[in-house]
Nanobody, 125 residues
Framework: QVQLVESGGGLVQAGGSLRLSCAASGRAFSTYTMGWFRQAPGKAREFVAAVSWGGHSTRYADSVAGRFTISRDNFKNTVYLEMTQLKPEDTAVYYC??????????????????WGQGTQVTVSS
C-alpha cells in the first residue's frame, strides 16, 4: 500500500516555472514506477510524465517534452515534476500515481494503482 501527497501547485504567469513534489509513504517506494497526470476542467485525465524505479528512464507526453522534467529521490520517498516555460494550457489539477507492476510506467491512467489527491496549477496569460 502506498499513500501519495502532492504539493507545490499554485498560480504562475505564462513563461514561469513551478516544481511539484509527491511524497510517498511505504517502504516499497523504490520498487514502484511513478507517474504524473493532469486533468483540466471538462477534459479527461491525461498522462504527463513517468519515471522508472531507479530514476534512470523517463517518458513524457509530447505536449510537455523539453519543458517538464520528472525525477525521484528514493531516499526521501519523493518524486518531482519540474515545470518550466509554463503555458496557460498547462492549467490543470496535477496528480501523482504509482504502479507496482512495471519498471517504467505507461501512459494510461488505469495502469496505476495508487493516486494522490492532486494539486492545482494555474498559469495566467
Amino acid at each position: 500500500q502506498v499513500q501519495l501527497v502532492e504539493s507545490g501547485g499554485g498560480l504562475v504567469q505564462a513563461g514561469g516555472s513551478l516544481r511539484l513534489s509527491c511524497a510517498a509513504s511505504g517502504r516499497a517506494f523504490s520498487t514502484y514506477t511513478m507517474g504524473w497526470f493532469r486533468q483540466a476542467p471538462g477534459k479527461a485525465r491525461e498522462f504527463v510524465a513517468a519515471v522508472s524505479w531507479g530514476g534512470h528512464s523517463t517518458r513524457y507526453a509530447d505536449s510537455v517534452a523539453g519543458r517538464f522534467t520528472i525525477s525521484r529521490d528514493n531516499f526521501k520517498n519523493t518524486v518531482y515534476l519540474e515545470m518550466t516555460q509554463l503555458k496557460p494550457e498547462d492549467t490543470a489539477v496535477y496528480y501523482c500515481a504509482a504502479d507496482p507492476d512495471k519498471v517504467l510506467g505507461g501512459t494510461a491512467s488505469d495502469e496505476y494503482d495508487y493516486w494522490g489527491q492532486g494539486t492545482q496549477v494555474t498559469v495566467s496569460s
